[in-house]
């Protein structure tokens, strides 16, 4: 009979195969020689869906016309948590397409995406044809696990119609600027509540994110080392005391009160297709919306405002993307990789690409002709803001968006406080990032 | 008997007994859903103990327990003795009533805060016409957990139909004697149907407080309709807790953590914590139900 400590440990193993039995293990398959036809069937796993969705489909038709060995099982709106949790349960699709940026520094680091340099190696793709941007998001701590799908790129968005009427020739290029621009432009109701807004500085209205505003002042959210910078960087000071000083301008309540009344940011009811606010920070995706639900809005684009002290930094914006990869469970890794080399290197189909989904191309050579997106003058500069120099995006982090969503958190409450030196609450996101940072191992 | 049991008692240990054990050697890990989880010790458990957003999500649900359950439960026995005395077009107000609660949770969500849509929504249209100048409803911090508490009465079918059949089947004769016995009202609701209903009150309550403490659903859309982002996808918890926090409960954070931030072993420990409480509460109840009645 065995003895209590031996049934004891019998049952510790029993249990620990039990629990070990239900998690992941590792394996990643060889890389084929160079000069290996790729075959077989891919899966391919992506989040659009109606329109946008159509036009995955035409251009994985290109693909199989043109590879005729290889076949793909197209599954459309599929998000990211779905597709982690399948590749968890050895279920996971061959190539993967993620909506967001947010996603890079998790799947590097964990592993969910296979590591690409290999292939990337073998086939001799050249990644200085990515712009440095796009190289730095698709990357995580040296793992390149991604490669960019097409681009979303954040600029400034003014009525015409308001800024002439308010004899405002040209949009505002400072912060400053803006402010007047958004005082001059604002309309008030006799009790004093709003009825247009010039800006509308909250944050956390539709795109009015901490991320988007921050390449204005140049403020950085995170060290090289993955721990929280914005504590410790005063460009977020700046942008702190403009934003809470025309939020006080206008009144907190009022503006809330103003918001609460106005449309949703995705329906035709948006504030700016209605007049209702006469300038923002949007996506070049808007011009699309635009034209189909606001026709008559007469609209201009430009890049973001910036620090009064930087007025060099003019031209740039926020830009983000798509990213796509091999998961760890791919049946078929060598013809997965084919799929991803056609959708993010192959110029011809970037600009097919682009113009059908209305995105900014992710590669220098596409973004040199962009098709009919480079006639458009509104979406012109948003191909421009995507190649300048003081372009920014968020850095990949291993807690995915932990560390914008503590920012945005803490300045929902800042901004409807009395204001004051936000250095303390600051230093505290700080903190919390960084705790989060080392749960996630 | 062993035998006869063998599929239910594996259908427990399956589906019950082993994602518990799971759950709490997960909750002494990191673990990211791909690769074998690494032990922590209490790493986690330290956390848990220190982090502002489970303060802030334990406040709001425990203000939702406290608030949404009794205001569910005394507007369900309500209606439902409202309408066991209905004789003449029972039928239609019990369809009526019950309606809202076949409404999906995420439409019903979305219907309500456009209904409560400050500046333009039908309710402070008609607040403004008899000259009330309606809250900001789930715009205002204030006002936003007892906007969740209304749109929580409006959905009260579901309880009110089992408090119905419940009051429905309360002797008729001990209403007579009580009545003989010179009990008015108040007294025949005391004595009479409360002892009666109470095991459906008991149920009410335990599934009703379970239920609140997983409250998810109805913030995460409210919060994200109110904020004007009434999107899904990848920024979908940028907009919990809108505003202010004031709607961010217990579930939103440990979805956030699990499955946005990777940090699965974290989110297991939270959900140890939110199993035991309800455990604990549910025991709670049972024990000292009765001798509230």
Redesign the interface.
């Known amino acids: 009979m065995p003895s209590f400590r031996r049934k004891i440990s019998i049952s510790s193993v029993i249990v620990a195969l039990a629990l070990s039995a239900c998690t992941p293990g590792q394996a990643e398959k060889p890389v084929a020689s160079p000069g290996a036809e790729a075959s077989g069937t891919v899966e391919f796993w992506h989040f659009f869906t109606d329109r946008e969705a159509t036009a995955i489909d035409t251009i994985v038709a290109d693909f199989k016309a043109a590879h005729p060995k290889i076949d793909v099982v197209v599954k459309s709106g599929q998000d990211d948590t779905k597709m982690l949790q399948a590749i968890g349960a050895g279920q996971g699709p061959d190539v993967g397409l993620s909506y967001s940026t947010d996603s890079v520094g998790k799947l590097c680091a964990s592993g969910a995406w296979l590591d690409l340099k290999p292939y990337i190696e073998r086939d001799g793709v050249d990644l200085a044809k990515l712009p440095p941007t796009v190289r730095s998001y698709t990357e995580f701590k040296g793992r390149r696990c991604a490669m960019p799908f097409l681009a979303d790129t954040y600029g400034f968005y003014f009525n015409k119609t308001l800024l002439a009427e308010a004899g405002i020739t040209a949009p505002p290029k400072t912060l400053t600027e803006l402010t007047d621009a958004a005082k001059k432009l604002t309309k008030r109701k006799p009790d004093g509540t709003i009825e247009r807004a010039g800006f509308l500085p909250l944050f956390g209205f539709y795109e009015h994110s901490p991320s988007h505003l921050a390449p204005a002042v140049g403020a950085r959210f995170l060290n090289d080392d993955g721990t929280s910078a914005i504590g410790s960087d005063p460009a977020w000071l700046e942008l702190l005391r403009w934003q809470k000083e025309l939020v006080d301008w206008y009144g907190f309540d009022k503006l809330e009160k103003f918001r609460a009344s106005l449309g949703d940011e995705w329906s035709a009811d948006n504030a700016f297709h209605k007049g209702q606010i006469a300038m923002m920070v949007d996506g070049e995706y808007r011009i699309a919306f635009l034209r189909d639900q606001a026709k008559d809005v007469k609209f201009g684009t430009a890049p973001l405002p910036v620090s009064d002290a930087h007025p060099d930094w003019y031209g740039g914006g926020y830009v983000t993307g798509n990213i796509v990869g091999v998961s760890k469970t791919a049946k078929n890794p060598e013809a997965a990789w084919e799929l991803i080399r056609y959708l993010t290197t192959d110029t011809g189909t970037i600009v097919k690409l682009a113009n059908l989904i209305k995105n900014v191309p992710s590669t220098i050579d596409a973004l040199a002709t962009p098709g009919e997106l480079g006639n458009d003058p509104d979406f012109k500069v948003f191909l421009d803001i995507f190649a300048h120099p003081h372009t920014s995006t968020t850095p990949p982090s291993a807690v995915g968006p932990a560390y914008e969503e503590a920012l945005a958190t803490f300045l929902q409450k800042y901004q409807a406080g009395p204001g004051g030196d936000p250095s303390a609450g600051l230093k505290d996101v700080d903190k919390q990032i960084d705790q989060l940072v080392r749960l996630a191992g | 008997m062993l035998s006869f049991m063998a599929p239910v008692l594996l259908g427990l240990l399956v589906f019950l007994v082993?994602p518990l054990?799971?759950s709490v050697?997960f909750s002494f890990t990191?673990?990211?859903?791909?690769?074998?989880?690494?032990w922590?010790g209490l790493?986690?458990w330290q956390?848990l103990l220190q982090?502002?957003?489970v303060r802030t999500a334990t406040a709001n649900t425990l203000w939702l327990v406290a608030v949404l359950v009794p205001a569910r439960m005394l507007g369900a026995l309500a209606t439902g003795m409202l309408l066991a005395r209905f004789k003449r077009g029972a039928g239609i107000y019990r369809t009526l009533f019950y309606l809202p609660a076949l409404a999906p949770p995420v439409a019903a969500t979305l219907a309500f805060v456009f209904l409560f849509?400050?500046?333009?929504g039908p309710v402070n249209t008609l607040l403004a016409d008899i000259g009330i100048q309606g809250p900001?409803w789930f715009?205002?911090?204030e006002w936003a957990k007892p906007s969740l508490v209304l749109l929580g009465l409006w959905g009260i079918g579901d309880l009110m139909i089992i408090f119905l059949a419940a009051l429905l089947d309360v002797p008729k004769e001990q209403y007579e004697a009580a009545s003989l016995d010179g009990a008015n009202a108040a007294h025949q609701f005391r004595y009479v149907t409360l002892p009666n209903i109470a095991p459906v009150l008991l149920f009410a309550a335990v599934t009703g407080v379970i239920q609140t403490l997983q409250y998810f659903t109805q913030a995460a859309v409210a919060a994200s309709?109110?904020?004007?982002?009434?999107?899904?996808?990848?920024?979908i918890?940028?907009?919990f807790?809108?505003?202010?926090?004031s709607t961010f409960t217990y579930p939103l954070w440990l979805y956030?953590?699990g499955?946005?931030?990777?940090?699965l072993?974290?989110a297991n420990a939270l959900a140890v914590v939110l199993f035991v409480v309800a455990a604990a509460v549910t025991v709670v109840m049972l024990r000292r139900f009765r001798s509230f009645l």
């Open positions: 082993y054990v799971a050697y990191t673990f990211d859903l791909v690769n074998t989880p690494r922590v790493r986690n956390h982090d502002p957003n849509k400050p500046g333009t900001l715009n205002s911090p309709v109110a904020s004007g982002q009434a999107t899904t996808g990848g920024g918890s940028s907009t807790g809108y505003p202010e926090g956030v953590v499955f946005r931030y990777g940090a072993g974290y």
